[in-house]
């Protein structure tokens, strides 16, 4: 009788994510032991594969009226969410156990991000910024001495990089909206309007931002594109001297030991921009099981578990004092170019939460960036034409 009475008062949460690989191991491995130290609740982890899936997955539930406890969900997918009444505020549980020094520990961009108006709805989760990883043994041999810190500087660099008897090149990426975001965020531009209903980045910082990739690829020949995440696979085979990516891409980059000494620099000219998802709990949840959510969460987001969270997997720590612990101070000491590049969410750039841009995001992609890249279209018409596209599908919500 005891065993049942025990076994009835372990409180079931589910939290559904798309983390897979070894972040996915990672967090697994910190929801077992969250769960060892709190015997009476059970985080119920389910990879959903990817975040196509896991949002097409959410939106199937809420309309089942069986949502999971807690997710991982972007901002865009949290408007319609909040909108439709299926979350439960995060502040409802944050300002009774959050004292004025947590408030204030988190980084004030990833705050504002969370928050609906005045309503703190959600928490941030596996937040990475975007950095350049380089060859050092490269740069050295061409006599370049650091990283450059303008976009000016990185076309120059990138022609000493070029090596056309060699095959080398400066640099290679897919078609992609963030390399074209932060040349714009550089520029001054915008991506949307304050209200979120108008396109702005068909504007000059735009035409600019993607006249300067394409000439990259085509009028100075130093770049290249790939499909998918080839390109940081020829960055590690050297024939690439600098890539784009993540603050996460370190990780997956060091697993294949690459045979030079890497470096990971800011974005030039302060275009740096967040990436990932917030987690949010579900108000069709009990009550009990929204506080052990919370639970979790607070575990989750508190200063020692995000400096091992960020050491393991790249994310940015979401706590400035995460910084301070001596776990992150030999981490800083043994890689010292990361903090370089975590230290960017003091000013990186956020993109638009609408629940237009999910499909507004992919639209600029391929009405836009996609056939200028590959000489279909001038930068300026096909930022005009997607401009149009984009600005139907925010109309819409």
């Known amino acids: 009788m005891i065993i049942l009475l025990l076994i009835s008062a372990t409180v079931r949460v589910t939290f559904w994510h798309a983390m897979g690989g070894p972040l996915g191991r990672t967090l697994d491995d ?13 985080v ?25 406890t807690m997710a991982q969900a972007y901002e865009s997918w949290i408007s319609s969410l909040w909108r439709a009444g299926k979350l439960e505020p995060i502040e409802n549980f944050a300002r009774k156990d959050f004292t004025q020094a947590d408030w204030e520990d988190f980084f004030p961009v990833l705050l504002a991000n969370s928050k609906w108006g005045d309503t703190l709805v959600s928490l941030p ?3 990475s910024v975007t950095a350049y990883f380089y060859n050092k043994d490269w740069f050295r041999e061409k006599g370049i001495t650091e990283f450059p810190s303008t976009w000016d500087e990185f076309l120059g660099v990138a022609l000493k990089l070029r090596d056309t008897l060699a095959d080398k090149w400066a640099t290679a990426f897919s078609p992609a909206v963030s390399l074209f975001e932060m040349l714009l965020f550089s520029c001054g531009g915008q991506i949307l309007d304050s209200l979120e209903l108008y396109a702005r980045f068909d504007d000059s910082c735009g035409v600019w ?13 130093v770049a290249y594109l ?19 990516g993540s ?16 470096g990971m620099a800011p974005i030039p000219d302060s275009g740096c921009i967040i990436m990932g998802t917030n987690i949010v709990i579900f108000r069709a949840a009990t009550p009990e099981q929204k506080r052990a ?69 992919q639209f600029l992609l391929t009405e836009g960036i996609e056939p200028a890249l590959r000489n279909v279209l001038s930068p300026r018409q096909a930022l005009t034409r997607a401009a149009k596209i984009v600005e139907f599908e925010l109309k819409k919500y």
């Open 44 to 68: 119920i982890s389910v990879n959903m594969g990817n975040y196509s899936t896991l949002s097409q997955k959410l939106m199937a539930s809420i309309v089942a009226n069986r949502p999971p």
């Open 226 to 244: 790939t499909t998918g995440y080839q390109y940081q696979d020829d960055f590690i085979t050297q024939k690439v001297a600098m890539v784009v």
């Open 293 to 361: 959510a919370w639970e979790f969460i607070k575990w989750f987001t508190s200063p020692e578990i995000q400096a091992e969270w960020a050491i393991a997997t790249g994310y940015v720590p979401v706590r400035r004092s995460a910084f301070t612990l001596p776990i992150m101070q030999a981490e800083l000491r043994k890689v010292p170019d990361r903090i370089m590049v975590w230290r960017q969410i003091e000013y990186a750039h956020t993109e638009p939460r609408t629940a237009g841009w999910l499909a507004g995001r």
């Open 209 to 221: 931002a993607l006249s300067f990739i394409c000439d990259l690829l085509h009028k100075y020949k």
């Open 247 to 262: 603050s996460v891409s370190y990780s997956y980059i060091m697993r294949y030991k690459p045979p030079f000494e890497l």
């Open 30 to 42: 910190l929801i077992m032991r969250f769960n060892r130290e709190h015997p009476d609740i059970e």
């Open 125 to 127: 989760f596996n937040k």
